[in-house]
């Protein structure tokens, strides 16, 4: 009798440690997305073990699709162009390679294909405006400055991809040690996160004049775009940007910044998107599957949970 019981306890432990298991790796993580320029989908990378693939959804976190996945590659950063009629992404081998390339994938047609591949370790990606060129982070080297470093691209560089004749110009000469965070504004400027010249902090880059400034205001005293993850323009006049716990809003005629919403979940903020079709902010938090619509002022208008139900 007690060797049943103790082959019935066995076999409960094993069956509940094999059910553990296959649900972690079934649901997987959020780790960027985008909403597309009508307001109407939204574009996201969702990682899941060693995996990462693309999905996209409505704004309400349903109809979830998976448009990106492959046996051996992993694709993340999705952008969507100006017009909502393309979704750029990275794709990757690693760690089985270092090769990275830049894809596009026709919203229209549901079909992607691989734009350039070479020996820069490509990060980040965006069209622009006009659709012909590909604006890119790119790396010349991966590996660590010290023996406790973790082994991360070097190197950085913005690169610019004429997508007619293939041919690729780099449009900076940073040779930076770390860049993120690549934002295509307007008329050919762009921000991004970088050490520059001793200073740790968000610089605008004006590929027209060939300058770089780095972004400033009087009520920083926290420093807060240390901690810059990502940036949107509003309009002409206002940008909005996240850092470590919080998103900020600045005033460029005042030359402030002002928080607009605090983290709920106590973790960094993620990524963030803007839509001018719906005036709304579309914000996530590390370690949270859950996708917030904001207005301007920071109110919560509905929380998004991403439906896999018919993926």
Same mark, same amino acid.
């Given at each position: 009798?007690?060797?049943?019981i ?8 094993c069956f ?9 790796k079934e ?6 997305f985008d909403?597309?320029p ?18 996209k ?10 448009i ?15 017009e909502?009629d ?6 990757t ?14 919203v ?20 622009s405006? &006009?659709g ?6 790119? &790396? ?16 950085f ?11 690729i110009?780099?449009l ?5 040690? @770390?860049?993120?965070?690549l ?10 996160s970088s ?9 605008l880059?004006?590929d027209?004049?060939?300058n770089t ?8 005293s ?8 990502k &940036? ?13 716990? @919080? ?12 928080k607009?919403?605090?983290?709920k979940?106590?973790?960094h ?7 001018? @079709? ?5 914000v996530?938090?590390?370690k @949270?599957d ?9 109110n ?12």
């Amino acid at each position: 009798m007690k060797k049943n019981i103790k082959k019935i306890v066995m076999l409960l432990i094993c069956f509940t440690m094999f059910n553990c298991n296959s649900d972690t790796k079934e649901i997987g993580h959020l780790v960027t997305f985008d909403i597309d320029p009508l307001g109407n989908n939204l574009v996201f990378s969702w990682k899941t073990d060693d995996k990462t693939s693309i999905y996209k959804c409505d704004t309400d976190g349903k109809n979830v699709k998976k448009i990106l996945e492959n046996d051996s590659l992993s694709y993340y950063a999705p952008r969507y162009s100006k017009e909502g009629d393309s979704i750029v992404f990275i794709a990757t081998d690693y760690p089985n390679s270092l090769l990275t390339s830049i894809g596009v994938w026709n919203v229209k047609e549901n079909s992607g294909k691989l734009i350039v591949t070479d020996s820069l370790l490509k990060t980040e990606a965006v069209l622009s405006p &006009a659709g012909n060129k590909l604006i890119f982070l790119g &790396a010349k080297e991966y590996g660590n400055y010290s023996s406790i470093g973790r082994k991360a691209p070097h190197g950085f560089d913005i690169y610019e991809l004429n997508i007619k004749n293939n041919l690729i110009k780099r449009l900076t000469n940073f040779n930076a040690y @770390q860049m993120n965070h690549l934002n295509y504004m307007q008329k050919d400027k762009f921000t991004f996160s970088s050490f520059l010249d001793g200073k740790d902090g968000v610089f605008l880059y004006d590929d027209l004049v060939k300058n770089t400034s780095m972004i400033t205001f009087k009520n920083d005293s926290l420093k807060s775009l240390n901690g810059f993850s990502k &940036a949107d323009y509003i309009n002409d006049t206002e940008l909005v940007y996240s850092s470590y716990y @919080q998103v900020n809003l600045v005033d460029f005629r005042k030359g402030t910044s002002k928080k607009i919403y605090k983290s709920k979940s106590g973790n960094h903020i993620s990524n963030l998107s803007y839509s001018k @079709q719906l005036n709304k902010l579309f914000v996530s938090e590390q370690k @949270q599957d859950l996708i917030y619509a904001l207005d301007l002022d920071g109110n919560l208008i509905k929380t998004i949970q991403l439906s896999f139900e018919n993926k």
